[in-house]
């Protein structure tokens, strides 16, 4: 998405990491290595890369300028085309860059916008990342035209062919932000009735969550034997897909592939998504797959649910999957995380080590005998409407004077702690 013209697209990129003052080298090296798989996910060549080191962001280049001008010398010297931040800059840092080192300049939230854009298959993913571009596009307006100045000596109420120029984008840009704003409404309309249609006779709903490329399609793929992409790359999966599948017991219960999620993830992807991600915050709980073969799962895992806590599903329930654990044969290692997560699985979706297992447990997580039940809470017990998301499935609220009418799915034994405020069965 790179806002400047030129004759050909960057090819070569050299990345720049920074390890700020309370970070380990071992975490930003491996953000930054992070950096370098997204990058070749664009299909761009690595020619180099350098870690630095800082206090504070400084407003001129992000970084101090004498550590600015040792990198782009680096940089021409690796006859790179591209300098690739891991962290967010602003447009103005990115034009100061631009300026100094004479490459272009794109940071990590341009290189997750590139991927998601290039990966997007539905029309609601395409419309999600088409308004997390355009708003991450919108102040960088003025770098994209900044080759049509203001004309010398103009006066008051007269401008340039840049700035009129700069006028019309803005308003298109904003035309078409608000454009995607209802689209995409629209479309969470119609998952909303989808999702009613499917309610009506309430089978338990799980959501496959966890850090990109951790496994989870894949794992979706073992439980519903669908035939869905997978691919060994970052965000390989945008779009949410739904299916049954059928337990041991005979019980069925559906299950989410949901996208993945990244260290440092864009807001404008995380508020963009969420429609998307709806399925996870509204399911009974939540299946979350983490890669034990990563060095870096345990910060991983913490991403995870860190979104998940944005997102609002950070109460349901959560069971952990190890994946990858045909890549883990030492057994020190294996213990290790035993004892990190003692209430976790071993899996593999790659070999079927311990899906039966995996079988046996889903089942043993899914509620018996549920009902849809309709309660009047009033707001003077308003905190028993969180109890409710906690022990069953809330599907609508709706405040009526000086109470809320929550209609939702309950366990059994939920039954009697809310019989007092129950109008009628769903």
């Excluded at 990129?13 to 309370?22: D, K, M, T």
């Excluded at 630095?52 to 010398?73: H, I, K, N, T, Y």
Aim: overall charge positive.
């Amino acid at each position: 998405m790179d806002l400047k013209p030129t004759s050909r697209p960057p090819r070569r990129a050299f990345l720049l990491g920074v390890q700020w003052r309370r970070e380990t080298r071992e975490d930003a090296e491996n953000l930054l290595e992070e950096l370098a798989q997204l990058v070749e996910t664009l299909g761009l060549e690595i020619v180099g890369r350098r870690l630095l080191r800082a206090d504070r962001p400084q407003p001129r280049f992000l970084v101090g300028s004498g550590q600015a001008e040792e990198c782009a010398v680096a940089a021409r010297a690796a006859t790179a085309d591209v300098l690739v931040f891991d962290d967010v800059i602003s447009p103005a840092q990115q034009r100061n860059w631009e300026k100094h080192g004479k490459l272009a300049v794109i940071d990590r939230e341009e290189v997750i916008l590139d991927i998601f854009a290039r990966r997007a298959r539905s029309r609601e993913a395409r419309l999600q990342v088409e308004l997390a571009r355009m708003e991450y596009a919108l102040p960088r307006l003025t770098h994209a035209w900044r080759h049509l100045e203001r004309q010398a000596g103009s006066g008051f109420g007269m401008t340039g062919a840049g700035e009129t120029q700069l006028e019309t984008d803005r308003r298109l840009v904003r035309r078409r932000i608000d454009q995607l704003r209802r689209e995409i409404g629209e479309v969470r309309r119609h998952r909303a009735t989808r999702r009613a249609r499917r309610l009506r006779v309430p089978t338990p709903h799980a959501a496959i969550v966890g850090y990109t490329n951790a496994g989870k399609s894949s794992l979706f793929r073992r439980l519903t034997g669908e035939d869905v992409f997978v691919e060994d790359r970052l965000f390989a999966t945008l779009d949410t897909t739904t299916r049954p599948i059928r337990l041991p017991d005979g019980r069925p219960l559906l299950v989410t592939d949901t996208v993945g999620f990244v260290r440092k993830l864009p807001h404008g992807l995380i508020e963009s998504f969420k429609a998307t991600l709806e399925e996870a915050v509204l399911s009974d709980f939540l299946v979350h797959v983490v890669d034990v073969a990563n060095p870096a799962c345990e910060q991983m895992r913490e991403t995870t649910q860190d979104v998940l806590a944005e997102l609002g599903a950070d109460l349901r329930k959560v069971f952990t999957v190890l994946n990858k654990a045909d890549l883990v044969p030492d057994l020190a290692r294996r213990a290790a995380l035993a004892r990190r997560f003692p209430d976790a699985l071993f899996v593999s979706a790659e070999s079927g080590e311990g899906l039966d297992a995996l079988r046996e447990r889903l089942q043993d997580w899914l509620p018996a005998a549920r009902k849809r039940v309709l309660l009047r809470i009033p707001h003077a017990d308003y905190h028993l409407v969180a109890e409710l998301h906690r022990t069953g499935k809330v599907l609508e609220e709706r405040h009526d004077g000086d109470a809320v009418c929550v209609t939702a799915i309950l366990p059994p034994r939920a039954f009697p702690r809310f019989a007092q405020y129950r109008l009628a069965k769903g």
